[in-house]
């Protein structure tokens, strides 16, 4: 024993460095244990330091005279000044006191300028954007204003700045975690603000280089399938009302408004042979371009879109007209929308704002209500460029053109600059840089590059007192495109679409356009974009599907959205009367889907004649033959539906298009799925399968395969499958902060076919009802909260309403504000 006793000891001395080594991991382990605790501490302490002061008296420079700022129970900002330009520096500021770090990021983003913070991985986003030329734009948008205009602008940087003056060692957390100080705001960057808008809804240029490819691959014929414009389920609301109790004949080729049909047929001579310049990038290209844009598997056929109705007060409980609208984005802490209610002398208006723009971009004021849905309006072309070695253009005048050129530096975070050569021509910017592989000079055309692209008139929208002055004040709305639905204290109901759409005699190119016969012709004239006011039937509705009637002479889109969300809000409100506003928050939440039931349907019966049937596949039709339609939290039928529709594009498409099946999106997608399964074309039935029947029966197989479903189909519930899910997109990077600083993980209800759009990251990001005989009981409830900082008791108090379908006032007159203020902000000169 004392032998062995002696060796341990040897062995202990000969290696001392065991003991060195053990006693410094463990110091090392409790060094960054303390770090991270440490860091925790002092990031919960930032957030805590940099909630806003809501009570008390603030003095800001500027302001004229005082202004009251009193918020409700959910932090909503009433703002009460005695001119418009303190009112508007105080909505800068308080604004700024909620959402800093998100307005300071939205220019970023836009402007291309997100590297310098974030790094490397941004270097890509910013390139797109600088070659697409925000930061000019927004200037050239901003120099154009008039006079008003532009001070008012100015009134709103001001405010913001001065947040940041009085604030600088007390912003938002994120500013600190990322170790640097906001530069000062301009009216410009309320312009890149307004831009990422139009961006986001009015960006159809990816689309085209991927339709290019697709049909390249299929044909025209083919391809024609993929790309409906419009469908038999449409109902345009300038149209006359359809008998919707009737059943519906499924015609697949029943013509669509000429225009439209003049587009299809003028397709292949948009894009003629381009003289051996390469047709269309490789896919890898494009799929790298769709990520950059935002598109992605998620939710492939969940578009930027919204629902919205007005109903006159022939249908109302009340006998007032009434107006709804919940607009779908994708989803985001802090959400998209920050609401505010707004007073001045000859101003009135609460609702939903920009973060970063001045006025209500939709609500109402004291005799209009005012709700938005995407149009879809097509205010993009790319154009093949000849060029040559001199580097020249041929311009439509038949002379050669210098390029202009114009060098944009990136800065990267921890890295290396890049320098970003942006080069146009008369068309546009030059954008084959943004696909790597790509041959030809393709030069981007939109409107808003155009001269006549001027102006934010939201101060006319927000000010208007009738139809009249409703209108007009629309009238030189340039984007995004919209269709806005109307309703006022005297009952009228109305609808407008409002944007610069270019004229195009010749028809829209869904592809570049390499011959010269698709130049623009200015743009569609005002008066002549589909409108209507107080129709027979006393409802009016959009939810992005085709609005324009079978004999309009103007071409305005390829690219409506799938229509079922439009058809089931018709005919649901074609079903009622002595609506009232519970009845309008059920209708926005409604997740009955027929299409999905119809597919549902099929499915089983293909099941039932296919050859070969397992025990699993026959359980799966038993389900779905019985199912009543509802895309519920717990439904099973609708999880085997769901799962066999995300199956079926590849399985359809693989076999024509290999690897660039992936490239395939449209919004209207959804229907032309519908059309290939339900009409069965003999040209798409993959060769390897003897019937339709059996094909479908597959896809049944295969998507239950690819989504895990449980043995027993009963159990599969689809909200559980199909869950919305928020991060907060900074601090959800951090472990410790992750699950509190976001919403979680939750089963949801509701496809993209129904009025409740929903996606894992999209859906309704806000619900709007009122009811003219009860201002102060129109409801607006955004998706979580107003504040960006987590320790705010308005960051997330909203989620529950939206989550669970449930809404809540927002106070409109003195006597309403007063009652439910929870703390009162004086702001004095």
């Known amino acids: 024993m004392a032998l062995g006793r002696s060796v341990d000891v040897e062995?202990?001395?000969?290696?001392?460095?065991?003991?060195?080594?053990?006693?410094?991991?463990?110091?090392?382990?409790?060094?960054?244990?303390?770090?991270?605790?440490?860091?925790?501490?002092?990031?919960?302490?930032?957030?805590?330091?940099?909630?806003?002061?809501?009570?008390?008296?603030?003095?800001?420079?500027?302001?004229?005279?005082?202004?009251?700022?009193?918020?409700?129970?959910?932090?909503?900002?009433?703002?009460?000044?005695?001119?418009?330009?303190?009112l508007l520096e105080a909505q800068g500021y308080v604004t700024a006191q909620d959402r800093l770090w998100q307005m300071d990021m939205a220019r970023r983003m836009a402007a291309g300028e997100a590297a310098e913070l974030l790094g490397s991985k941004l270097v890509a986003h910013d390139r797109m954007q600088r070659v697409l030329a925000f930061r000019q734009t927004a200037e050239r948008l901003t120099a154009g204003l008039d006079q008003r205009d532009r001070r008012w602008l100015e009134d709103y940087a001001r405010g913001v700045n001065q947040f940041i003056e009085n604030n600088g060692d007390h912003l938002p957390a994120e500013f600190r975690l990322l170790m640097y100080k906001p530069k000062p705001w301009q009216p410009s960057d309320s312009m890149l603000v307004a831009l990422s808008m139009v961006q986001m809804l009015d960006e159809h240029w990816p689309e085209k280089l991927e339709r290019e490819q697709v049909t390249a691959r299929l044909g025209p014929t083919l391809?024609?399938?993929?790309?409906?414009?419009?469908?038999?389920?449409?109902?345009?609301?300038?149209?006359?009302?359809?008998?919707?109790?009737a059943p519906q004949q499924n015609v697949p080729d029943i013509p669509l408004d000429p225009s439209q049909t003049m587009l299809r047929e003028g397709l292949p001579?948009?894009?003629?042979?381009?003289?051996?310049?390469?047709?269309?990038?490789?896919?890898?290209?494009?799929?790298?371009?769709r990520a950059l844009t935002g598109v992605h598997d998620a939710c492939r056929s969940c578009t930027p879109g919204s629902n919205e109705w007005a109903v006159s007060g022939a249908?109302?409980?009340?006998?007032?007209?009434?107006?709804?609208?919940?607009?779908?984005?994708?989803?985001?802490?802090?959400?998209?929308?920050?609401?505010?209610?707004?007073?001045?002398?000859?101003?009135?208006?609460?609702?939903?704002?920009?973060?970063?723009?001045?006025?209500?971009?939709?609500?109402?004021n004291e005799h209009i209500a005012w709700g938005f849905t995407s149009l879809y309006g097509d205010t993009q072309d790319i154009y093949v460029e000849k060029v040559n070695q001199q580097d020249q253009y041929l311009g439509q005048d038949g002379s050669w053109h210098p390029i202009e050129?114009?060098?944009?530096?990136?800065?990267?975070?921890?890295?290396?600059?890049?320098?970003?050569?942006?080069?146009?021509?008369?068309?546009?910017?030059?954008?084959?840089?943004?696909?790597?592989?790509?041959?030809?000079?393709?030069?981007?055309?939109?409107?808003?590059?155009?001269?006549?692209?001027?102006?934010?008139?939201?101060?006319?929208?927000?000010?208007?007192?009738?139809?009249?002055?409703?209108?007009?004040a629309l009238s030189t709305w340039w984007a995004p495109t919209l269709n806005v639905i109307y309703a006022d204290d005297q009952g009228h109901i109305g609808y407008q679409a409002v944007g610069f759409i270019p004229n195009r005699p010749t028809g829209i190119s869904g592809v570049?356009?390499?011959?010269?016969?698709?130049?623009?012709?200015?743009?569609?004239?005002?008066?002549?974009?589909?409108?209507?006011?107080?129709?027979?039937?006393?409802?009016?509705?959009?939810?992005?599907?085709?609005?324009?009637?079978?004999?309009?002479?103007?071409p305005l889109t390829l690219e409506w959205a799938n229509p079922y969300r439009n058809e089931r809000i018709w005919k649901w409100l074609s079903d009622k009367d002595k609506l009232t506003p519970q009845q309008m928050l059920t209708l926005q939440t409604d997740v009955y889907s027929e299409v999905d039931q119809e597919f549902a349907q099929r499915f089983a019966y293909a099941i039932d004649h296919a050859g070969k049937a397992n025990s699993r596949l026959r359980q799966a039709a038993d389900l779905m033959?019985?199912?009543?339609?509802?895309?519920?939290?717990?439904?099973?039928?609708?999880?085997?539906?769901?799962?066999?529709?995300?199956?079926?594009?590849?399985?359809?498409?693989?076999?024509?298009?290999?690897?660039?099946?992936?490239?395939?999106?449209?919004?209207?997608?959804?229907?032309?799925?519908?059309?290939?399964?339900?009409?069965?074309?003999?040209?798409?039935?993959?060769?390897?399968?003897?019937?339709?029947?059996?094909?479908?029966?597959?896809?049944?197989s295969q998507g239950l395969n690819e989504e895990h479903a449980p043995a027993d189909l009963s159990r599969w519930r689809y909200g559980y499958a199909h869950p919305v899910e928020l991060e907060q997109p900074?601090?959800?990077?951090?472990?410790?902060?992750?699950?509190?600083?976001?919403?979680?993980?939750?089963?949801?209800?509701?496809?993209?076919?129904?009025?409740?759009?929903?996606?894992?990251?999209?859906?309704?990001?806000?619900?709007?009802?009122?009811?003219?005989?009860?201002?102060?009981?129109?409801?607006?409830?955004?998706?979580?909260?107003?504040?960006?900082?987590?320790?705010?008791?308005?960051?997330?108090d909203q989620w529950p309403y939206w989550y669970n379908g449930t809404t809540f006032a927002l106070p409109f007159s003195d006597a309403a504000v007063a009652k439910t203020a929870t703390h009162t902000l004086r702001l004095t000169p």
């Open 11 to 86: 062995e202990e001395r000969r290696r001392p460095w065991l003991r060195y080594m053990a006693g410094l991991l463990v110091v090392v382990v409790l060094a960054v244990a303390a770090g991270v605790l440490a860091g925790a501490f002092w990031l919960k302490r930032s957030m805590r330091d940099a909630l806003p002061q809501v009570d008390g008296q603030l003095r800001l420079k500027g302001l004229t005279g005082p202004v009251t700022v009193r918020r409700d129970a959910h932090g909503v900002p009433h703002i009460e000044a005695s001119s418009v330009d303190d």
């Open 223 to 245: 391809a024609a399938d993929l790309y409906p414009t419009g469908s038999w389920r449409d109902h345009p609301p300038t149209q006359t009302e359809p008998d919707l109790t």
């Open 269 to 289: 001579s948009a894009a003629p042979d381009t003289g051996g310049l390469q047709p269309g990038a490789p896919d890898t290209d494009l799929q790298q371009l």
């Open 315 to 364: 249908h109302t409980a009340s006998g007032k007209a009434m107006l709804s609208n919940d607009m779908h984005l994708a989803h985001q802490m802090p959400d998209i929308w920050y609401e505010s209610d707004l007073e001045a002398p000859g101003l009135h208006a609460a609702g939903v704002t920009v973060p970063g723009l001045p006025f209500i971009v939709a609500g109402h």
């Open 405 to 472: 050129h114009e060098s944009s530096t990136i800065h990267v975070r921890f890295g290396r600059d890049v320098t970003v050569d942006v080069a146009r021509t008369a068309h546009g910017p030059i954008i084959s840089a943004l696909v790597p592989h790509e041959k030809r000079a393709l030069a981007l055309r939109w409107n808003a590059y155009d001269p006549a692209s001027s102006g934010l008139p939201l101060y006319g929208l927000n000010t208007a007192g009738n139809w009249n002055e409703f209108h007009a």
């Open 512 to 554: 570049p356009i390499a011959d010269t016969q698709h130049e623009w012709q200015g743009f569609v004239p005002y008066d002549k974009l589909p409108s209507a006011l107080d129709p027979a039937n006393g409802l009016l509705a959009t939810a992005n599907a085709r609005v324009t009637p079978d004999d309009y002479p103007y």
């Open 625 to 700: 033959r019985t199912w009543n339609g509802v895309v519920g939290i717990d439904s099973a039928p609708a999880a085997i539906v769901a799962a066999t529709k995300h199956a079926l594009w590849p399985m359809l498409l693989q076999p024509k298009l290999g690897g660039d099946w992936a490239l395939y999106e449209w919004a209207e997608s959804q229907f032309a799925q519908e059309q290939i399964v339900m009409h069965e074309p003999a040209a798409w039935l993959p060769k390897q399968y003897a019937s339709w029947d059996e094909f479908l029966a597959a896809a049944v």
């Open 730 to 796: 900074l601090f959800g990077l951090l472990p410790w902060f992750r699950g509190w600083t976001g919403i979680g993980v939750h089963p949801q209800s509701g496809d993209a076919t129904t009025v409740k759009q929903a996606g894992r990251t999209f859906g309704p990001s806000q619900r709007f009802t009122i009811d003219w005989n009860d201002v102060d009981g129109a409801t607006e409830n955004m998706v979580v909260g107003q504040s960006e900082d987590p320790l705010s008791p308005w960051y997330r």
